[in-house]
């Protein structure tokens, strides 16, 4: 049997997991963890096969994904490079921030890479993906690993050097804070608090999928929803006077931060 692995068993391949069973994966799926409470949750809730030996699950791999924490990247792949594997073998980094070139570098030859950033949204099928390649990865490989996560959402390839930037943008996270932001201000001017949640998922959610569904550029869409001498426009202004913009930016530079010292873990 040979199977897609899951090294790592936490919230990503939770997610990914859970996501790949909604469109019927046709591949074996073995999750290998050190947490074997986490393996039995999965293995319930996901049908997957769990392992707790490196060498077995190895054995098993016809795609590889990485799945666990930056800082334990380094020690997991001196594990897999004692074991000395002989045949090619495709696998993929979900490590946030560490280069193709350092993933080599550590396990080299057979082993060729990619590297692939799925948000948690690929739980309910509407993921998105960023991939990137490294070298000497065959057409055919590149097709397997960009069919695995088109099946949980869309797939988009940048080159390595976009990575972190897109990393740090694209996380579901930033949805979810501003729903929460907005909703507590909402309250904090009046609204009860399930009536400024309602508000402010129409006013993110509903908004952007607007944008999404239609052929409107998003500068047109925002002078028709913000009336000159209105409320709206009154709220934007006041947000972009107080240095929203520079905010947010200042958010982003903080996460790229992160990625780069994950890139020396490795």
Request: net charge positive; hydrophobic share 45%; with cysteine.
């Amino acid at each position: 049997m040979k199977a897609t692995v899951f090294l790592g068993g936490g919230r990503i391949t939770s997610a990914l997991v859970a996501g790949l069973r909604l469109t019927r994966y046709e591949h074996p799926i073995v999750v290998l963890d050190r947490h074997s409470r986490k393996l039995q949750e999965l293995k319930r809730q996901h049908r997957v096969i769990v392992e707790e030996d490196l060498a077995a699950a190895m054995e098993l791999a016809s795609l590889l994904i990485v799945a666990v924490r930056p800082e334990s990247v380094r020690e997991l792949l001196k594990e897999i490079g004692e074991l000395q594997l002989r045949r090619r073998l495709t696998a993929v980094s979900l490590s946030a921030g560490i280069p193709l070139s350092r993933l080599q570098a550590r396990l080299g030859l057979p082993v060729r890479w990619a590297r692939a950033m799925p948000s948690p949204v690929c739980r309910n099928g509407r993921g998105l993906t960023g991939l990137t390649f490294g070298r000497g990865l065959s057409a055919s490989e590149r097709a397997t690993i960009r069919t695995l996560f088109a099946s949980v959402g869309g797939v988009v390839e940048i080159p390595e050097k976009q990575f972190d930037a897109f990393t740090v943008t694209y996380s579901s996270s930033h949805g979810y804070h501003a729903l929460a932001v907005l909703a507590r201000a909402a309250e904090a001017i009046g609204l009860d608090r399930q009536t400024a949640l309602l508000a402010a998922g129409h006013a993110l959610a509903d908004g952007i999928a607007a944008w999404r569904s239609g052929n409107l550029p998003l500068e047109k869409l925002l002078k028709e929803a913000a009336t000159p001498g209105g409320i709206a426009e009154a709220a934007l202004a006041a947000l972009d006077h107080a240095g929203y913009q520079r905010i947010v930016q200042n958010g982003l530079y903080s996460g790229i931060k992160r990625a780069r010292k994950n890139a020396s873990l490795v």
